[in-house]
């Protein structure tokens, strides 16, 4: 089945508003296993998008366009269609009594400029549009479905869910010769995103219809399966087929198989197990606890934070000793050691994270020059584990986001989450 989007709108081509509604669209058809063929973005100009709905519709099943539909001199879509199809605009009464209606509840009254939205192509079906004034327009062309959203994301979005995600759906399930999809999320943690792809790279040979993808939210990284055959069962079998391969190959690397980002695995994790942790924090400032405190219930989880950001402050606020200080240097395993372990003795936690290290620019020495990191995790039981992370020339930002990270896998390590 081909689908096409066509966006309109000047700003979508001088770098002032990025066309985020084909994205998500994109991505919602995506799901039901349709990929957008084209898309194509153009400038209100009258001549320019009726040529474009024409050779579309000459082509595809399902045209999709975006913005447009609104009230000023610039919104010329409907028009462009009754141009294309070879009708004229004409008022549509329902259309005309909404409006009205809406504009009375304003104290507003009709005008030439709202008489622009009541025009409509004839013989265009019209669909209720209770996000905002402008219709929603469908009209066939040949035998393309030509459907007309507005370019107001909430509009654009509440649109295409109500009426052109159902109507695209429903001609697919009445396609028998469709196929069907199951889909697979894998988010790692740990593993460059070559490696990801490296360790799983026979997947596609294997499975015959299987598609793999990635996306990075550094420092995640995220693979996506979608299996496509001739029926659901097959799909889904081909599907669990791929899982038990891309688990054998990354392991314990692999922090969940839904979209759960990090931080929410090791919240739940925690949660579930009724653990709780404290943070004794440098150069990450309290980011650990700050992702923590990102889902509600995190006081079942953190019981406390330190900021420890200078030498003083991790002497008088968490008793490490100025001797270990000096005789290992404040980035140091041993002084990563001692902060982990003072943080969860202070607060009575399970579990006490902590994070020393040269964010940068400034800062390191010989042993340990910027871009050194020190997270350790002590437990209520078994050793303290620490990790020395070196992130050589990488900005300030990315240092301090690597290290909360990391500090929270360690947690979910230790807690046996995913
Ligand atoms: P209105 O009734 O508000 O005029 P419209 O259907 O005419 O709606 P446009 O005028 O084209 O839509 O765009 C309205 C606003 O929607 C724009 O200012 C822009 O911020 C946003 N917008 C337009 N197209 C897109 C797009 N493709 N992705 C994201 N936002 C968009
Ligand atoms: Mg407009």
Same mark, same amino acid.
Request: cysteine-free.
């Given at each position: 089945m081909r689908v096409e989007l066509l966006c309109t709108g000047n700003e979508l081509l001088d770098g =002032?508003?990025? +066309? =985020?509604n084909s994205a998500w669209l994109e991505a919602r058809l995506f799901e039901l296993g349709i990929e957008v063929t084209e898309k194509r973005v153009v400038p209100d100009h009258l001549p320019t998008i009726a040529a474009a709905i024409r050779e579309i519709a000459a082509r595809a099943d399902f045209l999709v366009t975006s913005g $447009?539909? $609104? #009230?000023?001199? +610039? +919104?010329l879509t409907a028009e462009a269609l009754a141009q294309a199809a070879g009708v004229s605009m004409v008022e549509n009464a329902g259309v005309r009594a909404a409006i009205e209606a809406k504009l009375a509840e304003r104290n507003r009254v009709y005008s030439e400029a709202q008489a622009r939205q009541a025009h409509v192509p004839s013989g265009a079906e019209v669909l209720p549009n209770r996000f905002g004034t402008a219709p929603h327009i469908q009209m066939k062309l040949g035998h393309c479905q030509v459907m007309l959203l507005p370019g107001v994301p909430r509009e654009f979005y509440g649109l295409a869910e109500a009426f052109v995600l159902p109507r695209i759906g429903a001609a697919l399930s009445a396609d028998p010769t469709a196929a069907h999809y199951a889909f697979l999320e894998v988010r790692c943690y740990g593993v460059w995103e070559a490696d990801m792809v490296w360790a799983v790279r026979e997947l596609p040979d294997r499975f015959p219809g299987l598609r793999v993808g990635t996306r990075t939210a550094a420092p995640e990284n995220h693979l996506k399966i979608r299996a496509s055959a001739k029926t659901q069962a097959e799909a889904e079998a081909m599907r669990e087929a791929a899982r038990a391969v891309i688990r054998e190959r990354l392991g314990d690397r692999i922090?969940?198989?839904? =979209?759960? #980002?990090l931080p929410q695995v090791v919240f739940e994790a925690l949660r579930d197990r009724a653990a709780t942790v404290a943070f004794a924090e440098s150069c990450t400032g309290g980011m650990a606890a700050a992702l923590l405190t990102d889902?509600? /219930?995190a006081s079942e989880v953190l019981r406390a934070g330190w900021v420890v950001y200078t030498e003083e402050a991790k002497q008088r606020l968490l008793g490490v000793s100025a001797q270990l200080i000096a005789q290992h /240097?404040?980035? =140091?395993e041993e002084v990563a050691v001692a902060l982990a372990e003072r943080a969860r003795d202070r607060a009575d936690t399970t579990y006490g994270g902590a994070v020393t290290g040269w964010a940068g620019p400034g800062g390191g020495d010989?042993?340990?020059?910027?871009g050194t990191v020190f997270v350790a995790l002590a437990s209520s039981s078994g050793a303290t584990v620490v990790e020395r992370l070196s992130f050589p020339g990488v900005e300030r930002d990315r240092v301090r986001r690597g290290a909360a990270y990391a500090l929270l896998n360690q947690l979910r390590l230790a807690a046996g989450g995913s």
């Open positions: =002032s508003v990025i +066309d =985020s $447009g539909l $609104g #009230p000023t001199p +610039d +919104d922090f969940t198989e839904d =979209s759960r #980002p889902w509600p /219930g /240097g404040v980035v =140091s010989a042993k340990n020059p910027v």
